[in-house]
């Protein structure tokens, strides 16, 4: 990773990205600029590519900033400042830039297999965009900001602390079901407290996006995520299919699960709160101090030192404060993610570690973000070529969390707690799927339906948790907390249609892992040399480069799952 921010040739060092006036000179100068041959076009686009990461790393420092403080008065004004004055300039701008490159001649003569994709992706682009959008996508992240500072504001008592409810869901791996229960409780009524909140953000969201399909002639607003997403190489029909497959692979190993972990705990039923406990009732698996992030750091390190020296040394240049910012506080947005800092080409990790096992799992697929980020910007000076489909972004991060499994014994030396550590992993995968499929058929049925009631949502969310939910988890009496489940999801506040993109990673990194259990140099070596690509090549090719199956149907997820539990049940209890 580069220790320097690399030398600016168009933009000047003292640019103020925050003032629109120092920033429009040089958009301007790039519209008014003849471009009369391929040489000139390439010029053209390296100091367009300058300018935008330049912008880019500034908005994204903005949206850290946010992230990290939410309770911060002068970051959130920054980041306002930067959502509502400088972004909604530029757009306008970059579609007029699009346009003029795709009416140069001499685009045509670039070469296809570096440029091809971008000019499919700014040809669509320049379609779908429309000047009257974008004060309404302003709008839209404004309310998300809004969705921010009220997850971020979200705290309770318990056992004697002020605990974020990051914080608070460690007490559910107890084996004290009383403490599970409280815990759980305690979690869910805070949430309720603003359900109405959200609900009135929410629909506010969805008549802005409405109105942004009608703007751009398209039948509804997944239409034009289809377009916003470049989703070229799927259609909703095949994200159904996806859902179908999973109803029936997945559900029955699932509910097979759930049965043996009935048993175990010795319940008739499940409660929402048996679901990550130890099923032998053992203490929770503590992989490193809550209060010593640099701990995970130090561990996760070692991990990928073991996997693949290079990797180790990539991570080990990422520094707290300028590329991570990992324990959960209060005031902090919820989740995690990696940003890409475009100028500095450098990555930045954002969780909310607690001193869990799901922790480590976080970091590993967010270092696997980072490290495509790294490899892809290595390679490409263009900003603009860096960036794969996030289907194979994701396959980059889940990957990692199952290449790593070979080396938790850095987190667990105890075989025992490796085994369950391992085992909490692989039963995640099986587990996982179905909730992808759930909250993807969600946002079909969202944007399909506009006009839709609280009431109507609220019925359609439950029959759809109905028919992918787990049969052996008793929900009486919980119906609030049940009804409301998907506002927990940020995707669907903040990133609409994002969510299948986990579902056919996870079938590509669970190839690739198998994979790597059989050759695992030449594993590594299409792994690297696939995220190498950025997103020069189409999702098949760069899913055929890593050595995988671009698929999503039974066909690829039957033989996966059944790999899966072949490895679960070689693992001791």
Not at 326 to 355: D, T, V, W
Request: proline fraction near 5%.
């Amino acid at each position: 990773m580069p220790t320097a921010m690399p030398t600016r040739t168009f933009v000047s060092d003292d640019l103020d990205p925050s003032d629109w006036g120092q920033l429009e000179p040089l958009y301007r100068g790039l519209l008014d600029r003849p471009i009369g041959s391929p040489e000139g076009l390439r010029q053209w686009l390296a100091d367009f590519s300058e300018l935008s990461a330049v912008v880019s790393e500034y908005g994204s420092r903005k949206n850290i900033d946010s992230a990290c403080h939410t309770d911060d008065e002068e970051i959130e004004k920054a980041y306002l400042h930067f959502v509502e004055q400088i972004a909604p300039k530029i757009k306008p701008v970059y579609f007029e830039l699009q346009k003029k490159f795709l009416a140069a001649p001499s685009h045509a003569e670039l070469d296809a297999q570096r440029f091809g994709v971008l000019i499919r992706e700014w040809r669509s682009g320049v379609e779908l965009f429309r000047p009257e959008n974008v004060p309404l996508q302003t709008e839209v992240a404004k309310l998300n900001n809004e969705y921010d500072k009220t997850i971020g504001a979200m705290t309770v008592e318990f056992d004697g602390q002020t605990l974020t409810l990051q914080q608070l869901s460690r007490y559910l791996e107890e084996p004290d079901r009383e403490t599970r229960e409280q815990a759980w409780r305690l979690s869910a009524d805070r949430r309720l407290m603003d359900r109405e909140k959200f609900d009135g953000v929410f629909d506010q969201m969805l008549g802005l996006r409405k109105q942004m399909a009608e703007h751009a002639g398209l039948a509804d607003y997944r239409a034009y995520m289809w377009k916003a997403m470049d989703r070229f190489d799927y259609t909703p029909q095949h994200c159904h299919d996806f859902a179908d497959a999973v109803e029936r692979v997945c559900l029955p190993v699932v509910d097979k699960l759930d049965a043996q972990r009935c048993e175990s705990l010795g319940l008739e039923a499940l409660r929402p709160w048996d679901l990550s406990v130890d099923v032998k009732s053992r203490g929770p698996l503590r992989p490193f101090d809550r209060d010593a992030p640099q701990e995970l750091v130090d561990k996760s390190a070692e991990v990928f030192r073991r996997v693949d020296p290079g990797l180790g040394e990539d991570f080990s240049t990422m520094k707290m404060g300028r590329n991570l910012d990992l324990e959960s506080r209060k005031g902090k947005r919820a989740g995690g993610f990696q940003s890409s800092l475009q100028e500095s080409c450098e990555p930045f990790i954002f969780m909310n570690a607690a001193g869990l096992d799901s922790d480590v799992r976080t970091m590993l697929h967010e270092a696997g973000h980072a490290f495509h980020f790294i490899w892809a910007a290595a390679d490409e000076p263009l900003m603009f070529l860096r960036h794969a489909p996030m289907e194979f972004c994701e396959v980059a991060s889940m990957s990692m969390e199952l290449i790593g499994l070979d080396h938790y014994g850095v987190f667990y030396p105890d075989d025992a707690e490796r085994a369950r550590a391992t085992r909490g992993l692989l039963e995640g995968i099986i587990t996982i799927l179905p909730w992808i499929a759930t909250i993807d058929s969600f946002q079909h049925w969202l944007y399909t339906h506009p006009g839709h009631t609280v009431g109507q949502r609220t019925e359609a969310w439950v029959g759809i948790l109905d028919r992918f939910g787990r049969s052996h988890v008793d929900w009486s009496g919980l119906d609030g907390a049940r009804a409301s489940m998907w506002q927990k999801q940020l995707h669907l506040f903040h990133v609409p249609f994002y969510y299948i993109e986990y579902g056919i990673a996870q079938l590509g990194a669970l190839q690739l892992w198998l994979a790597y259990r059989e050759d695992p140099v030449k594993a590594l070596s299409a792994y690297r040399g696939a995220l190498r690509l950025g997103g020069k090549r189409p999702l098949p090719e760069l899913f055929e480069a890593a050595g995988l199956r671009f698929d999503f149907t039974e066909a690829t997820l039957s033989p996966l799952m059944a790999a899966v539990g072949e490895a679960l049940d070689k693992l001791p209890e």
